[in-house]
């Protein structure tokens, strides 16, 4: 266990790091990338910009699959594998661990969907990406909810100042 949570430490400063040197769109949310405080907290802006991109992201994901489009789905799979670090580190910070264990699944299952993709495998990068999918139900199940202008927001009171 103390290996793993060494692994998922090293991962999540991989992804930081990684993210933080790119241009475009692939970019964590400021404050979020390796130049950040090391005891930056993420906020529900932070979480909204990365939910923001993971949504588009998976649909993409999915219907490049539908077509054998492996070296692409691999590159936005990897992606999502970064973006939900970032999730995982968010919910981490306010103390939520089954969001964090949803985040963990989700950034899991989108490095399998990359590396079965890598590897020309449709169909097990296919599972990786559905299973993902069902790790964001659960947490949006318990933590979203709809707002007033027809998008989504953090149940109110599950982020306590």
């Given at each position: 266990?103390?290996?793993?949570?060494?692994?998922?430490?090293?991962?999540?400063?991989l992804?930081?790091?990684?993210?933080?040197?790119?241009?475009?769109?692939?970019?964590?949310?400021?404050?979020?990338?390796?130049?950040?405080?090391?005891?930056?907290?993420?906020?529900?802006?932070?979480?909204?910009?990365?939910?923001?991109?993971?949504?588009?992201?998976?649909?993409?994901?999915?219907?490049?699959?539908?077509?054998?489009?492996?070296?692409?789905?691999?590159?936005?799979?990897?992606?999502?594998?970064?973006?939900?670090?970032?999730?995982?580190?968010?919910?981490?910070?306010?103390?939520?661990?089954?969001?964090v264990?949803?985040?963990?699944?989700?950034?899991?299952?989108?490095s399998d969907?990359?590396?079965?993709a890598?590897a020309?495998?449709?169909?097990?990068?296919?599972?990786?990406?559905?299973?993902?999918?069902?790790?964001?139900?659960?947490?949006?199940?318990?933590?979203?909810?709809?707002?007033?202008?027809?998008?989504?927001?953090?149940?109110?009171?599950?982020?306590t100042?």
């Open positions: 266990m103390h290996c793993a949570a060494r692994a998922t430490g090293a991962l999540i400063c992804v930081f790091s990684g993210c933080a040197n790119r241009a475009g769109p692939a970019t964590m949310p400021t404050g979020t990338g390796a130049s950040a405080p090391a005891q930056a907290v993420l906020t529900p802006h932070n979480l909204e910009e990365l939910m923001k991109k993971i949504g588009p992201a998976h649909k993409s994901l999915r219907q490049r699959l539908e077509t054998n489009d492996t070296a692409q789905s691999a590159k936005e799979a990897q992606q999502l594998a970064e973006w939900f670090g970032g999730v995982e580190k968010f919910w981490a910070q306010h103390d939520r661990n089954d969001a264990t949803w985040a963990g699944q989700a950034r899991s299952q989108a969907a990359a590396g079965a890598a020309g495998n449709v169909e097990k990068a296919t599972t990786a990406a559905n299973d993902m999918a069902g790790a964001c139900r659960q947490c949006h199940s318990a933590y979203r909810e709809s707002d007033a202008a027809g998008g989504y927001r953090i149940k109110r009171g599950v982020i100042p």
